[in-house]
């Protein structure tokens, strides 16, 4: 298996789980180690969805369910970016591709957000957000020198959620809506050359 046939078999995978009505814990779980299988390899994503902007990091659309249950996304850091303190709102799947990332959590403290721990990931490394097991976080590339990718997996279309970002002394909630930096998504089905090569033409 090779290039986009990865990202088409996560895609099952979420599609799969997602019909099967599984609870949170099993999409973190299963989904999880199918996100694990998918980051395991980084010879899949196409280089228009791993270009990192000089000013500030991107999130590309890589595929949204139809219904808009789930997305997946590859997030793409420069050197030195990083997002502001954010929640999810939904459950939010992590796994590292290619160079390494800081995760910081934070929860409410009097009045304010405190800051809890970090958590680095490397290639290969899955981690998990969402409203019941700790929502609020701030990443950032750990890398000063190169980009760093991640892709992501969501449970709605993430870019279009209403969203907050928070000030940390005050504990603030400000509205947030990420969107997409790209307007064309990852072409999955053009599957002709397996038929050809089945067909023997
Ligand atoms: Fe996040």
């Not at 990202?7 to 996100?35: H, I, K, N």
């Not at 590292?96 to 290639?123: D, F, T, V, W």
């Not at 970002?165 to 050359?193: H, I, M, Q």
Request: glycine letters at 10%; hydrophobic letters at 40%.
């Amino acid at each position: 298996m090779d290039g986009l046939d990865r990202l088409r078999r996560f895609v099952c995978d979420l599609t799969r789980l997602t019909d099967a009505g599984a609870g949170e814990p099993e999409v973190l779980q299963d989904a999880g180690a199918s996100l694990r299988a998918l980051v395991a390899a980084d010879d899949w994503l196409p280089p228009e969805f791993a270009e990192p902007h000089p000013a500030q990091y991107r999130q590309y659309l890589l595929y949204c369910d139809p219904y808009e249950r789930f997305s997946v996304v590859s997030f793409v850091w420069g050197p030195g970016q990083r997002t502001p303190v954010h929640d999810h709102t939904v459950w939010g799947l992590i796994g590292m591709l290619r160079g390494s990332e800081i995760s910081r959590s934070y929860a409410p403290a009097g009045g304010g957000l405190l800051a809890g721990a970090a958590e680095q990931l490397r290639p290969g490394d899955v981690t998990a957000v969402s409203p019941t097991i700790g929502d609020i976080h701030s990443v950032e590339n750990a890398l000063a020198d190169r980009p760093s990718i991640s892709i992501h997996a969501y449970g709605a279309n993430i870019g279009a959620v209403g969203r907050h970002v928070f000030v940390l002394d005050t504990g603030e909630a400000k509205p947030f809506v990420s969107g997409y930096a790209n307007r064309a998504v990852p072409n999955l089905w053009d599957r002709s050359a397996e038929t050809r090569a089945r067909l023997g033409i």
